[in-house]
């Protein structure tokens, strides 16, 4: 039996470089970064710390009913403004909420890492009887799945696929395969996270954050740079609506790309370690099921997070599948790691990459020393990508890679 | 304390928790079926009326009785009579 296709026919994010995709991306094309000193963090670190915050907009997040949004962490706010502009750009009809044909899948991390903390505290102090009743929804690990599902009145399928930073393309393949299956036409799908500094404390106590106080933050985020320190926390939402493709058609929906291949993958032997064969086989087994040879991918969005591990491991695994011709680039310079809606957030960068036909450089990326053998552009380069893979991998070995092909 | 403190120390629970217009808020609305609580609303209407008295209710059968705004109110009379504290800690 053949398989359903499926397409992204919206995209909508909450960033560090702005709450669309519009501005998201034009700050990646214009080499921008969302990062900056946490001067907010001072009191934890004892100095600024880098980061990659989120700025909301009062009014905006207003606009969700107080029933919904009362239940809503920062995570599933961010979420589910990023629902609202993907649900937008698709101009889905919103009556298909309700026919149990739609269904939401949205992981994170932590539900709301700060909901996390202000119940500790409350429970630290005495305060238990101080917490809303709204509290524990907040920060329950599938939050901004079931907040979104509750946004749009969605009675499908709802899922959190929560696995760290592979939480976000966990969701779009998830999607791909409920659709493949035939059990909803179309999924709200995708990543969310909240940075906090208990998040930024926990890579720190791994020395996996880049933690120097600097003049200029926004270069402390430099994957695959031979003097990379680590990772910078950023945070913010990534929902792509993903639909199957004859559906998508009969509508008259906007197709931006179709999602053509998943995989996902565990280590089974470190829950911190990169594991650069099980990366690599989990590309090739993406591409296997995409159906697409690895010499006709024309871009790697790559996970690397600046990381001295993590990025060579990356970069070894994609240099066995791909060799040196294949663009690759990271857009954490710009963004920050932002954790489990990275994989989500960064297809929305993707998606213009492919419409525009250009691949953009890593930001910060000044010279390749144990990273070298793959192609790492240092300026734009321009060109038709008819079909890219992105990478996401999380803590507990997990590696996700999805494969994303144009629709002529 | 007199009525119209509780009223106002009340209402601004409304307003602030709930989002509500402090012109919709007369005595005669029922809380569910008028201003539209749900049953989550209602425990955060304990909470937050615990915290602004400073009792605990949780566990005071009549705060479950209660059904119209002038039913907290004349709860928040009794109990201001029974706890005189209460007066200072919403001054």
């Known amino acids: ?31 921008r970064s969302g990062i900056r000193a946490m001067t907010e963090w001072r009191g934890e670190f004892g100095r600024d710390l880098a980061g990659a915050p989120v700025v909301l907009d009062p009014a905006a ?3 969700i009913s107080r029933k919904v949004r009362r239940t809503m962490g920062n995570a599933a706010l961010f979420a589910g403004l990023a629902a609202q502009e993907a649900v937008e750009q698709s101009g889905l009809d919103p009556a298909l909420f309700t026919s149990g044909r739609v269904g939401c899948v949205i992981g994170s991390t932590v539900g709301s890492a700060s909901s996390m903390t202000e119940a500790c505290v409350a429970d630290y102090e005495g305060r238990r009887n101080d917490l809303s009743a709204c509290h524990f929804f907040r920060l329950m690990s599938h939050s901004s799945s079931f907040n979104v599902a509750d946004m749009f009145g969605i009675n499908g399928p709802q899922l959190a696929t929560n696995s760290a930073c592979a939480s976000g393309l966990q969701a779009l393949g998830t999607a791909l395969e409920l659709i493949q299956l035939g059990k909803v036409d179309a999924v709200l799908a ?50 792509l609506v993903v639909e199957e493709l004859e559906h ?17 993958n565990c280590s089974g032997w470190h829950v911190s370690h990169s594991d650069e064969l099980q990366i690599a ?7 296997a099921d995409a159906g697409i040879a690895p010499e006709k991918v024309d871009y790697v969005s790559a996970h690397a997070t600046g990381t001295r591990v993590g990025d060579a491991a990356e ?37 213009g990459m ?25 300026e734009v380069r321009e060109g038709k990508l008819r079909v890219c893979i992105k990478n996401s991998i999380a803590f507990g070995g997990v590696n996700t890679a999805l494969v994303c092909r144009s629709i002529d | ?71 907290v109110y004349d709860l928040f009379e009794k109990l201001a009579k029974e706890h005189p504290e209460i007066a200072e800690k919403i001054r």
Do not use: W
């Open chain 1, 190 to 239: 995708g990543g969310s996270d909240e940075s906090t500094p208990l998040v930024a404390a926990s890579f720190q106590l791994l020395y996996a954050l880049a933690e120097e106080e600097s003049p200029e933050p926004d270069k402390l985020s430099r994957p695959f740079d031979a003097d990379r320190t680590g990772l910078v926390c950023g945070e913010g939402a990534g929902v």
């Open chain 1, 315 to 351: 970069a070894a695994a994609i240099r066995a599948v791909f060799g040196g011709e294949t663009p690759v680039s990271s857009l954490k310079g710009h963004l920050g790691h932002t954790l489990g809606a990275s994989g989500a957030l960064e297809l929305a960068a993707v998606a």
């Open chain 1, 61 to 63: 997040v207003k606009k």
């Open chain 1, 248 to 264: 998508a058609k009969r509508r008259g929906a906007p197709i931006l790309f179709e999602i053509a291949g998943y995989a996902t």
């Open chain 1, 1 to 31: 039996m053949e398989k359903r296709r499926a397409v992204v026919t919206g995209i909508g994010v909450v960033s560090p470089l702005g709450n669309s995709v519009e501005e998201l991306y034009r700050g990646v094309a214009d080499n």
């Open chain 2, 1 to 71: 304390m007199d009525r119209n403190e509780i009223v106002k120390a009340v209402n601004s629970i409304f307003v602030e928790r709930f989002e509500l217009e402090e012109s919709e808020l007369t005595p005669e609305k029922n809380i569910i079926e008028d201003l539209q609580l749900d049953s989550l609303d209602l425990v955060d209407m304990i909470v937050g009326l615990q915290q602004k008295f400073g009792i605990m209710l949780r566990d005071n059968p009549e705060i479950r009785n209660v059904r119209t705004l002038n039913d």
């Open chain 1, 281 to 287: 086989n989990c590309m090739k087994a993406a591409l």
């Open chain 1, 354 to 378: 492919m419409r525009d036909g250009v691949v953009l450089p890593t930001r910060n990326l000044e010279r390749v020393e144990d990273c070298a053998g793959i192609l790492l552009p240092r």
